[in-house]
């Protein structure tokens, strides 16, 4: 214990820099964090949350400055020596084992006792039953239906986290880490969410919360500190008195991200035309009777908790799944169960998964032209026409912003936001007819969200009709004139974006039927827009 | 053919069975931790003749103890390059499992030639006998088919428990587990990825050397060139037909020794009219068959095969 520390604060860094080859990640950076406190850590992608918070996790050394935890130096070597300090830290990228129980995960790289270097002559048995036991416990201490003996690959999202938690807290977590951990969560989830972490803290467990969602850090976090670029712009803010609008300012430098310019549309002619679709999925509820109906310059959002058919939906919309019964027509074409048909009606999908949109492995420019290898304009006799395909490349990047617009990357190498923006620049490079986006700014910096929101606009300006499929509420209510709410795979209710409230979403959304007592809305047929 | 009917050509065939599925066990149960870390040895091959040949040589001078011992650690040191140039410096494990192979076979054949007198084909130690169990190996048949084994063949069957104990019910085979399908997660988890990996592995190397030892100084007591006769890549094969089980290993290879002994026995009875390779494969397809049914909630370690590269 050291006499200058007060107590009550439970982590704190002094001018901690840290740099990766000639970028500065983070410079002089002080943060504290009190015991019984959630602190979120805000900022753009790049900002140097992650690296801050892979510093205090023992991930990475930081090049200068200094670190307490629980008022004791705090010098870890490596990500098990801050577990073992009692520091968790859960990723985005959730480090539960595939393959493995949640109780067999529970023992996976305990820590260790401070100075035990796990060697053992013989084999450690695995107690099953007290793994299993543990697990159980700590699921009813926390109020979690975390199961202990099923593979955690079959678990949804939402409960892996939970059983992330669960497993840092056994393995006796004092301080959480929770780095972006709503970004692929729905509204009932995240609530669950924020009440878990509520809770925590209450339990006297204090939390770096790492997220760009200011409403959410607005009913969970106690102070807040805007990191800019690797510096600290606003330390340790009380969150009831900040104004969110001037926070996402601070976030962002210049420009506003609360108030989304929406350009005026007028909806032309039926364009996207699905009618009637039916789809028994294999797991979750599948597709039942869904009608769309978007017309040429509308943007439609379809709303609805992960794993209520949307994955379908955008499956049968790009003909990449065939319907069990249904229709898909675009601009009057029947492209139903056909990817080719779809592409050449001119349907354009920018996936969830990134993954799944692009060849990592392959440079900007092979990936720019993946729709396109054979045309002349690239190709002549077979041979690809080198200068002709680097020169698209290099336009086409510079006309959508990816940065850096090197047609030789790999494309693997760019950040989310650049991935995003170029697997947008392949889609909609000619002006599609449908443009059907799953969750297009998840995970995105304000600057690279607001890229390719502008992209949507841009793609329903020139006659084009986009669906919105998202979990993510801000982003439907920032891009879409209409939302359908989908929900058990049906329908469940249709209305214009202004008559979008959190109430009716929640209700609908959890399968209830909307009853709007005290609230001006249309019950059950919905607001009687059009399909 | 009257003699199929006769009890002891099929005494002669389980006992000639098991004693052809110890080599094969020993090299099995080792692969298959490692390919449960994720690992493919191709050049289990490699490993087994590598091990036949050392465990024969210091046989000659120091006894079987130590003979068997350095058969086996001579596969390790094989295996040693493995972790090094696929855990450590992420070469292609196909590629440098083939070469391991080509490279145990050759050295072993160059070792041999230059070490034996011009003219002379083999090596020569004695083998093991049977060991004898008062009352168990003398009952009729069962006892004699079974029961009257040498050490070898009773220490591989006696491996067989263990490999399942430490895979399936200690830390280190979740770890083992935890590396071969998952390994980033892992890795996030706290798992030193590289440390499990390149200790499978060399596992996978000291018993694949053992069972190498266990053809050349147990069973035939002789070193010829190439005299694994590709056990290895056969071992290969049972593990992915008893899907990484343990005891899938006893009994696949039991099976394919099975097979083996009974076509050799085929061949001294039956008349010239049946193609003797034909009567060889009849057993195959019958293990096939039976394994490919019978073992099926394992599955494929989702990483095998492919390096782990951390930080990417």
Redesign the interface.
Known sequence: MNGDTSPDIAFEAHGVSRSFGATRALDTVDFDLRSGEIHALVGENGAGKTTLAKIVAGALRPDSGTLRLFGETYTPRR??DG?AAGVAHV?Q????????TVA??I?????RALGDSGWRPW????N?RAARAEVERLAAELDLAVPADELVDGLPLAVRQQAEILISLAWGARLLILDEPSSALGPLETDALISLCLRLRDEGTPIIYISHRLPELARLADRLTVLRQGHVVTAGRDVHDADLRRIAELMIGDISLLDVERPALEPGEVRLDADGLHLAAEHGPGLRDVSLRVRAGEIVGVVGVAGNGQDELAGVLTGQMRPDAGTVCVDDIDVTGSPAAAIGAGVALLPEDRTAGLAADFSLAENLIARRVADSEFARLGVRLRKAVQRHARALAGRFDVRPPEPALRAGSLSGGNQQKLMAAREMERNPAVLVAAGPTKGLDPHAGRAIRDRCFEAAGRGGAVVIISADLDEVAELAQRVVVLSGGRVTDRFGVEEMTSARLGAVMAGLAWDPAGETGHPETGSGVPE | MGKLAELTFWTATISGGLRLATPLIFASLGETIAQRAGVLNIGLEGYMIIGALTSLYVTVESGIAVGLLAGALSGAVLALLMVWLCVRLNANQVVVGFGLTILGVGLTGYIFRLTTPLGAERRQVNILGEIHIPGLSDIPFLGEAFLSNSWMTWLAFGLVPIVWWVAQRTVFGLEVRAVGEDPDAAFARGVDVIRVRSLATLLSGLLGGLGGAAITTALVGVFEPAITAGRGFIALIVIIMVRWSAWGVAVGSFAFGLADALGANLRNIVSDSVPTEALQMIPFFVALVILIIGARRARMPKSLGFNYVPDR
């Open positions: 990500r098990s577990s990723r990228q959730l480090s539960l084992v595939r393959g493995l067999q995960n023992e996976l790289g305990r820590p084999p450690r048995p695995f099953a």
